[in-house]
């Protein structure tokens, strides 16, 4: 079977039969966009939405960046960054071949190319979907953490960066020697407030690096974006489904939803695609759109992600077949999420129905371990904003504190059935440690979690309104199971 590649895609329609391709000739395509993180997140959302506007504004074809591996380069160079996103629900599959990406770097064998290609005058904005632990942030506080291992280093090393804001502040200084306008920074991650998240993280950085380039990125904008698409991360059952659909060898497709929305602070200087006239949303604040967001999909998310894989459920449409799980979802988000958000209670109801219908959507195995990951870094802008604004209005937490127990009972590693759990996160080892030690002692083990002070701060661990559903939730989960503790709570 042939590979996915230009020829292909450019040869006779009739050979691709109705497989979508790029309406543009690629060679046309030159790069106005660097996006860093160039996972799966970002090729079925932000690389879709460039690949509808580059027929009529082909200044804006996307250069990738893997910070971390190989893998996606390796992918994808041999189909020249060629890929189908596959767009999947209860009534079948659609296909279509995204172009949008014209080269994939790897940072860590062509970091002096990367950083070239960010201080090149024809790329205009810097995109990030580096996750959340890609910040190099405390998530609590939201300030850069100066003693992260990449920080201390890419401050030692300021030509051979490693972190996102190293790169990005290397890029930075090489136009402003040069006598370049800047790019606009624009962070596409889970975080609240994302813009003013990157723009905190990369000024600091650059405070440390000199006041030269600290005043100079203090001319740099920062918007702020809402983005969400479910991805699942692509299994080798997938690529072979795509192959016999499309009949083509595609190393790395994406299985994505059919729902896609965008969300964009407005504030480009040194100018934009017109994202508006592929379905994205120009707004002057979005933060309304990132809290109800992060707080009712994202926490649902990670509450049943810990709940689900503690009773047995392997994906999120599994898990949110289950009466107690729904009911205790659809609960968090009208009872405990909603009001605390400005959204109007109409909007917000809509967009709560319309999620548990994405939840349960059969066609997409999105993994409750892959959500669970990285909960240190997840927790504070999915539940704990949440809990902190609930408190501070005298109400109450039962469902958003069962997530942070199941969270608990998730990173002591070990299963109900007494199996390992594979725990991914930045501070595993330092979680397992105290769970090693606490044992099934609910109270010490809360007690050790919550000094975590990267994931609770200072005041939730001092707050009897917090700690007491916490521990009492965790006491059930270790005791009756997730089921029958989600059960009595839900
Ligand atoms: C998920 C998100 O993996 C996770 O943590 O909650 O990736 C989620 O699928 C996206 O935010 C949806 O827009």
Same mark, same amino acid.
């Given at each position: $079977?042939?590979?996915?590649? =230009?020829?292909?895609?450019?040869?006779?329609?009739?050979?691709?039969?109705?497989? $979508?391709?790029?309406?543009?000739?690629?060679?046309?395509?030159?790069? %106005?966009?660097?996006?860093?993180?160039? %996972?799966?997140?970002?090729?079925?959302?932000?690389?879709?939405? &460039?690949?509808?506007?580059?027929?009529? =504004?082909?200044?804006?074809?996307?250069?990738?960046?893997?910070?971390?591996?190989?893998?996606?380069?390796?992918?994808?160079?041999?189909?020249?960054?060629?890929?189908?996103?596959?767009?999947?629900?209860?009534? %079948?599959?659609?296909?279509?071949?995204?172009?949008?990406?014209?080269?994939?770097?790897?940072?860590?064998?062509?970091?002096?190319?990367?950083?070239?290609? $960010?201080?090149?005058?024809?790329?205009?904005?810097?995109?990030?979907? &580096?996750?959340? +632990?890609?910040?190099?942030?405390?998530?609590?506080?939201?300030?850069?953490?100066?003693?992260?291992?990449?920080?201390?280093?890419?401050?030692?090393?300021?030509?051979?960066?490693? *972190?996102?804001?190293?790169?990005?502040?290397?890029?930075?200084?090489?136009?402003?020697?040069?006598?370049?306008?800047?790019?606009? &920074? $624009?962070?596409?991650?889970?975080?609240? *407030?994302?813009?003013?998240?990157?723009?905190?993280?990369?000024?600091?950085?650059?405070?440390?690096? *000199?006041?030269?380039?600290?005043?100079?990125?203090?001319?740099?904008?920062?918007?702020?974006?809402?983005?969400?698409?479910?991805?699942?991360?692509?299994?080798?059952?997938?690529?072979?489904?795509?192959?016999?659909?499309?009949?083509?060898?595609?190393?790395?497709?994406?299985?994505?939803?059919?729902?896609?929305?965008? !969300?964009?602070?407005?504030?480009?200087?040194?100018?934009?695609?017109?994202?508006?006239?592929?379905?994205?949303?120009?707004?002057?604040?979005?933060?309304?759109?990132?809290?109800?967001?992060?707080?009712?999909?994202?926490?649902?998310?990670?509450t049943?992600?810990?709940l689900?894989?503690?009773s %047995?459920?392997?994906?999120?449409?599994?898990?949110?077949?289950?009466?107690a799980i729904r009911r205790l979802v659809h609960g968090l988000?009208?009872e405990e999420?909603?009001?605390?958000?400005?959204?109007?209670?109409? !909007?917000?109801?809509?967009?709560?129905?319309?999620?548990?219908?994405?939840?349960?959507?059969?066609?997409? +195995?999105?993994?409750?371990?892959?959500?669970?990951?990285?909960?240190?870094? +997840?927790?504070?802008?999915?539940?704990?904003?949440?809990?902190?604004?609930?408190?501070?209005?005298?109400?109450g937490i039962e469902r958003l504190a069962l997530g942070v127990a199941a969270?608990?009972?998730? &990173?002591?590693?070990?299963?109900?059935?007494?199996?390992?759990?594979?725990? +991914?996160?930045?501070?595993?080892?330092?979680?397992?440690?105290?769970?090693?030690?606490?044992?099934?002692?609910?109270?010490?083990?809360?007690?050790?979690?919550?000094? !975590?002070?990267?994931?609770?701060?200072?005041?939730?661990?001092? =707050?009897?309104?917090?700690?007491?559903p916490v521990?009492r939730h965790l006491q059930s989960l270790?005791?009756l199971g997730a089921k029958a503790t989600t059960g009595q709570v839900a």
């Open positions: $079977m042939p590979r996915l590649s =230009n020829r292909v895609i450019h040869a006779d329609p009739v050979q691709n039969g109705d497989l $979508m391709v790029p309406k543009y000739r690629r060679e046309r395509v030159t790069p %106005g966009i660097v996006h860093l993180g160039i %996972g799966a997140f970002h090729r079925a959302h932000m690389a879709a939405y &460039v690949d509808d506007l580059l027929a009529d =504004n082909p200044g804006w074809g996307i250069i990738g960046a893997s910070l971390r591996r190989p893998d996606t380069r390796d992918a994808l160079a041999p189909q020249d960054f060629l890929y189908t996103l596959a767009v999947r629900d209860a009534s %079948g599959t659609r296909c279509r071949v995204i172009g949008s990406i014209l080269d994939v770097l790897d940072a860590n064998t062509q970091r002096g190319q990367l950083i070239e290609t $960010m201080a090149d005058p024809r790329i205009r904005i810097v995109s990030l979907t &580096v996750t959340e +632990k890609g910040y190099c942030h405390d998530p609590a506080t939201g300030a850069l953490d100066e003693q992260h291992p990449d920080i201390v280093h890419d401050l030692a090393h300021p030509d051979s960066p490693v *972190s996102a804001p190293g790169l990005i502040a290397a890029a930075l200084e090489l136009r402003r020697r040069r006598g370049l306008i800047p790019f606009t &920074v $624009m962070s596409c991650d889970n975080l609240p *407030s994302n813009g003013k998240t990157a723009r905190r993280i990369v000024t600091r950085f650059a405070e440390l690096r *000199s006041p030269e380039l600290a005043t100079y990125v203090r001319t740099v904008s920062f918007p702020s974006t809402m983005i969400d698409r479910i991805v699942p991360a692509t299994t080798d059952a997938d690529r072979e489904i795509i192959r016999q659909i499309i009949g083509l060898d595609d190393a790395w497709p994406i299985m994505t939803e059919p729902f896609t929305q965008w !969300v964009i602070e407005d504030d480009f200087p040194a100018g934009r695609p017109p994202f508006e006239s592929v379905g994205a949303q120009l707004v002057d604040d979005v933060e309304p759109f990132e809290l109800m967001k992060l707080r009712m999909l994202n926490g649902s998310h990670s049943m992600a810990y689900g894989y503690l %047995g459920y392997q994906h999120v449409s599994e898990a949110i077949a289950d009466p988000m009208t999420a909603m009001p605390t958000l400005p959204m109007a209670r109409p !909007v917000l109801e809509a967009y709560r129905d319309q999620l548990l219908a994405r939840f349960a959507n059969p066609a997409l +195995k999105h993994r409750t371990w892959q959500i669970a990951m990285d909960g240190t870094q +997840k927790l504070p802008q999915r539940l704990l904003g949440t809990i902190r604004d609930r408190l501070a209005a005298g109400q969270w608990m009972r998730y &990173v002591t590693g070990i299963d109900e059935a007494g199996n390992p759990i594979e725990v +991914k996160d930045p501070h595993a080892a330092r979680l397992r440690q105290i769970a090693d030690a606490a044992g099934h002692d609910a109270a010490r083990l809360a007690k050790g979690l919550l000094a !975590v002070s990267e994931v609770f701060g200072t005041d939730l661990p001092l =707050n009897p309104a917090f700690v007491e521990t270790l005791e």
